[in-house]
């Protein structure tokens, strides 16, 4: 009987988990349909500003530019930099190193 209890609770735990990265992923699609620029070609603008790896990306509304932007982590060596990239006009909105307590 332990087990089942166990197994029910790991299924439930699991789908409230998975419901939860849904409720995540609607938001992020939602902003995207509102986007005039691609994610891929804000990928590409903010390697042009800073070559690297990307370690992290999002697509959010921020002040500044046009009010929704991607924000990409990019990581060069022992550095990473946040490159905002305005999701309207794929102006470059910021180019600086990241923190130890970063957003």
Request: aromatic share 6%.
């Amino acid at each position: 009987m332990k087990i089942s209890i166990r197994l029910v609770g790991g299924i439930v735990g699991g789908v409230l988990l998975l419901s939860a990265f849904g409720a995540y992923a609607f938001t992020s699609q939602e902003l995207a349909g509102k986007a005039k620029i691609s994610i891929a070609q804000a990928r590409a603008t903010a390697l042009r500003t800073y070559p690297g790896s990307i370690t992290d990306q999002e697509l959010e509304k921020e002040k500044g530019g046009s009010g929704l932007r991607y924000s990409f982590v990019i990581k060069k060596g022992h550095v990473s930099h946040e490159v905002g990239v305005d999701a309207m006009t794929g102006a470059i909105l910021e180019n600086s190193v990241e923190g130890d307590h970063a957003d």
